[in-house]
């Protein structure tokens, strides 16, 4: 099972390492910034839509965001 915390916080660590804001992924992305922060804190775990609009709007491949994600659940796990 995904753990959101975990999935939130890898997409914003991605986020921050490419020097984006929330607001500016979020416009990229065709979300609202509450609704990225949310997922971002592990309140709300992200549909595989929204994973992809993400992973389009940081300019990473939806692949290595999801490797990125299966990474850090086996350091957690």
Request: glycine share 8%; charged share 30%.
């Given at each position: 099972?995904?753990?959101a915390?975990i999935v939130?916080?890898?997409?914003?660590?991605v986020?921050e390492?490419r020097?984006l804001?929330?607001e500016?992924?979020s416009?990229?992305?065709?979300?609202?910034?509450t609704?990225?922060?949310?997922i971002?804190?592990?309140?709300?775990k992200?549909?595989?839509?929204?994973?992809?609009?993400?992973?389009e709007a940081?300019d990473?491949p939806?692949?290595?965001?999801?490797f990125?994600?299966?990474?850090k659940?086996k350091?957690?796990g």
């Amino acid at each position: 099972m995904l753990d959101a915390v975990i999935v939130g916080t890898v997409i914003r660590e991605v986020r921050e390492k490419r020097g984006l804001s929330q607001e500016v992924v979020s416009g990229l992305a065709d979300l609202g910034r509450t609704h990225l922060s949310a997922i971002e804190r592990g309140v709300r775990k992200p549909t595989l839509d929204t994973l992809f609009k993400l992973a389009e709007a940081m300019d990473i491949p939806p692949n290595e965001l999801v490797f990125l994600i299966e990474q850090k659940i086996k350091e957690n796990g």
